[in-house]
């Protein structure tokens, strides 16, 4: 079954920029879309941003849009999201997440912390 890792996070203070990616493997079909949760402490799992494997069409959280971007390269089978004016708020572990077919896979996460 795939396999996803993600990588980028970090410490890193308000109001700055992280990258973070999601390498995808184990699978040879097509996937349907990947995108990214997040989980605080003592906090529910959140969905943070998706983008589909098809059209490129993409979905942001209230809290993150405008600020963070999603970008994927179907050939790579490679995720991004693109941070940016962080908030303490957004302090949390996040995790990537592959849809092939009716399943959901997740990585093991990469945990981003922002504080001053």
């Known amino acids: 079954q795939p396999h996803l890792v993600e990588s980028g996070g970090g410490l890193v203070q308000p109001g700055g920029s992280l990258r973070l990616s999601c390498a995808a493997s184990?699978?040879?079909?097509?996937?349907?879309?990947i995108g990214w949760f997040r989980q605080a402490p003592g906090k529910e799992r959140e969905g943070v941003s998706c983008i589909s494997s098809s059209d490129g069409s993409t979905y942001y959280a209230g809290s993150v849009q405008g600020r963070f971007t999603i970008s994927r390269d179907n050939s790579k089978n490679t995720a991004w999201l693109q941070m940016n004016n962080l908030k303490p708020e957004d302090t949390a572990v996040y995790y990537c997440?592959?849809?092939?077919?009716?399943?959901?896979?997740w990585g093991q996460g990469t945990k981003v912390t922002v504080s001053s």
């Open positions: 184990g699978f040879t079909s097509g996937f349907y879309a």
């Open positions: 997440n592959l849809r092939l077919g009716s399943n959901d896979y």
